[in-house]
């Protein structure tokens, strides 16, 4: 044996049909390249800045100017420049209040995002369960055919035989044809749907796992499920941590009827202007501001801010009804949904025993033709059935993790 002979064997050993697309592997895909996370991510980028703006507003600040001319009337050209700086020593809570409230916009805001990725993993999820469906139709509907194909060239030979008529031969040809259709809209169907999915994860599906496993944060109960969707589920706490920024807005309106103190100084000098040579001079002191009279705004604004904090309270428990509400939505479906997957499993063992048994009898001349095409349509129906629950399973468990909080990147 040659060593090119070798090497072709040791090649085709190795080689071998690509794996299957998994479930964690469209979410992975979709976490690298989903514009729409991306973008959710740099407006979050944007906002964990405004803390930093606010603590800002507390630090040293040093501003330099100049100016430089010439005047006809005072003989000669002139020139100053000057270096101002200031630092705040007490703003009354300003600062610290905004920062807080900076700080829980940021938080809300991660929240946000964590939500956008869940409603992302769940458009994923249900593409992927989709397609399977469609994959599956395409599969049942190219066996229907093949079945049929099988089917008429029978009946036409039993024709032939004088042991069948021209309405068996026609009723099988018929079935084909209706099978073809079927088909083709099956085809159509799955067409759409992964355009949908290469939309979603970022590329075109291959070959999908056909039996995604179960991922292992999904609730164990209803009443885990209920307490898991008041406690994290994204939404809820965004409304609770945005509240958190409100109640910190209302300390920092307040905090303008306090008085403020800093340190400011000023160096500088100025030439020309018909004197000779320049004069310099350096100006420090202690700024006192307090305010004495405000018309009524600040007031304003603290009740203000306090009506939008009730507000976001009441929001809080709508928000934990509503999250509540999806999980015991998503908790029903999914497990009708898995009650239809055992259901049409046994389904599906019932029809084809009936369709080897019909098909025998038919050998016999025990049944009609037509027998066999309606055992043949159940088994088509069961078959798709089947299918249809167990994408439903998927979509049932994406929905209950969303609600619960759970649906992220390392759920699958």
Not at 138 to 154: F, M, S, Y
Not at 233 to 248: E, S
Not at 264 to 286: E, F, K, L
Not at 341 to 356: P, Y
Request: a neutral charge; glycine letters at 8%.
């Amino acid at each position: 044996m040659t060593s090119k002979t070798i090497a072709a064997l040791a090649a085709l050993c190795l080689s071998g049909p690509a794996p299957a697309e998994t479930l964690r592997d469209a979410i992975v895909a979709a976490y690298a390249t989903n514009p729409q996370l991306a973008a959710a991510q740099a407006r979050q980028d944007a906002l964990a800045e405004a803390p930093e703006q606010a603590r800002a507003a507390g630090r040293l600040t040093a501003a330099a100017d100049g100016a430089a001319g010439y005047s006809r009337f005072d003989y000669g050209r002139g020139g100053s420049s000057s270096v101002t700086a200031s630092l705040p020593i007490w703003t009354g809570g300003r600062v610290s209040s905004a920062v807080r409230a900076a700080s829980g916009d940021v938080a809300a805001g991660a929240e946000g995002v964590r939500d956008t990725q869940a409603a992302v993993l769940e458009t994923v999820v249900g593409a992927y369960a989709d397609l399977l469906y469609a994959q599956e139709a395409v599969g049942v509907a190219r066996a229907d055919i093949a079945l049929l194909d099988t089917q008429v060239a029978e009946a036409r030979s039993r024709f032939g035989l004088g042991q069948a008529t021209r309405t068996d031969v026609a009723q099988v040809e018929a079935q084909c044809e209706s099978a073809a259709s079927t088909l083709a809209d099956a085809e159509g169907t799955a067409a759409a749907i992964a355009a949908t999915y290469r939309a979603t994860v970022g590329h075109g599906p291959g070959v999908l796992d056909a039996d995604p496993a179960a991922p292992a944060m999904l609730p164990a109960t209803l009443d885990v499920a209920r307490r898991r969707a008041a406690a994290a589920n994204p939404v809820v706490r965004q409304q609770q941590l945005a509240a958190g920024a409100d109640a910190a807005r209302i300390a920092q309106q307040r905090a303008e009827r306090n008085p403020y103190v800093g340190l400011g100084g000023t160096y500088g000098y100025a030439a020309g202007a018909g004197r000779s040579g320049y004069a310099d001079a350096a100006v420090a002191g202690v700024t006192l501001r307090v305010p004495l009279l405000t018309c009524g705004l600040v007031a304003s604004r603290i009740r203000q801010a306090e009506a939008i904090y009730r507000a976001d309270r009441f929001a809080i428990d709508a928000v934990q009804r509503d999250a509540a509400r999806q999980a015991e939505t998503a908790w029903a479906t999914l497990a009708a949904a898995q009650t239809r997957v055992q259901a049409n499993a046994r389904r599906v063992a019932a029809a084809e025993l009936a369709l080897k048994g019909v098909r025998a009898e038919y050998s016999f001349s025990l049944r009609t033709t037509l027998d066999i095409l309606i055992a043949d349509e159940t088994l088509r129906s069961a078959q798709l059935a089947l299918a249809r629950s167990r994408s439903d399973v998927l979509i049932g468990q994406a929905a209950l993790l969303r609600a619960t909080g759970q649906l992220g990147r390392d759920s699958y």
